[in-house]
């Protein structure tokens, strides 16, 4: 609650500054009023974000959306959207998982979600001046479970920042438009799910991989199993 508090608090007095009389009248052209109204709204987007990802928190663990889902599918679908938006349109993403289906018991709506959180996540990594900058995703598939993993070769992450990683609020971002909830609702979807999602970064510079397992079954029948006991096969593409 308190770091929401903050959150918001730094937001707030950049709108209400625009917004004073004095302000705006000492903006002698219509271009300096434009410059202000833009902030105003770049603002007031940014609280919006913040209430839609508190809420989209506060809705997980539906279990009645769950059903036999091809993570494939699902991968594919949210790249297709992705590569179209224009900040990510010269980026580069590689998935190629074959002709064979990787089914999961999951919501289809709450693994999309994931996919987005975790590839726009690895994106913004990329620097734009970087030239070889690509998102490699790897699929693969245990008798119980389903494994995909989300890499890049942009900024890394510090041991510190990995600590913290999935933390409400916390936020790498320095421009100030990070939610710092993406990655927490990412991690709790999979939580709920049965599953288990881990992050790595040998450093700064030399990119992170998000990998992720997934319940193949019902949680019923797999209350004896321990889903961190499989090993994960899609092997790393960045290794130092």
Wanted: one cysteine or more.
């Amino acid at each position: 609650a308190e770091a929401l508090e903050s959150r918001i608090h730094k937001i707030l007095p950049a709108g209400a500054n625009f917004d004073d009389p004095q302000t705006m009248a000492s903006g002698s052209d219509l271009e300096t009023l434009r410059t202000y109204l833009r902030r105003i709204q770049d603002e007031a987007f940014r609280c919006k974000g913040i209430t839609e990802r508190l809420l989209d928190f506060s809705r997980l663990g539906n279990e009645e959306r769950r059903q036999y889902v091809d993570i494939v599918e699902v991968i594919e679908d949210v790249v297709d959207l992705v590569k179209h938006l224009g900040q990510f349109r010269s980026r580069k993403i590689l998935f190629n998982p074959g002709p064979t289906a990787r089914m999961a018991w999951a919501s289809p709506q709450e693994m999309k979600q994931v996919v987005l959180n975790l590839l726009t996540n690895a994106l913004e990594s990329l620097d734009p001046r970087q030239s070889d900058g690509q998102v490699i995703i790897t699929i693969d598939q245990t008798a119980d479970h389903v494994l995909f993993a989300v890499e890049d070769n942009g900024s890394g992450m510090t041991e510190d920042v990995l600590q913290h990683l999935f933390e409400p609020f916390f936020t790498r971002r320095r421009d100030g438009r990070g939610t710092g909830l993406g990655l927490p609702i990412t991690s709790r979807i999979i939580a709920d799910h049965g599953g288990h999602i881990s992050a790595k970064s040998l450093g700064l510079g030399v990119g992170s991989r998000f990998e992720v397992v997934i319940p193949s079954q019902p949680s019923e029948q797999n209350t004896q199993k321990d889903h961190r006991s499989n090993s994960f096969t899609v092997e790393p593409r960045y290794a130092a």
